[in-house]
């Protein structure tokens, strides 16, 4: 379940947007995280390697850029 979203203003144009939440599983924060990159909407998005080493109930931060 998704429970905060910020944006923060980077570079000329550029944004930083964090998602968090908790994954109920590893391969649901997997999916979430690629679903997030193969919509186009956003430059880059990154998942730190630690919150990988966690199966289950995973309280996460995702990092997302883009040009809005």
Excluded: Y
């Amino acid at each position: 379940s998704l429970n905060g979203f910020s944006v923060v203003p980077a570079e000329e144009g550029a944004r930083e947007f964090f998602i968090s939440g908790v994954a109920s599983e590893r391969s649901v924060l997997v999916s979430f995280a690629e679903t997030l990159k193969q919509a186009g909407l956003f430059d880059g998005v990154s998942v730190p390697l630690s919150l990988l080493a966690k199966e289950s109930g995973i309280e996460f931060t995702l990092r997302a850029t883009g040009a809005f």
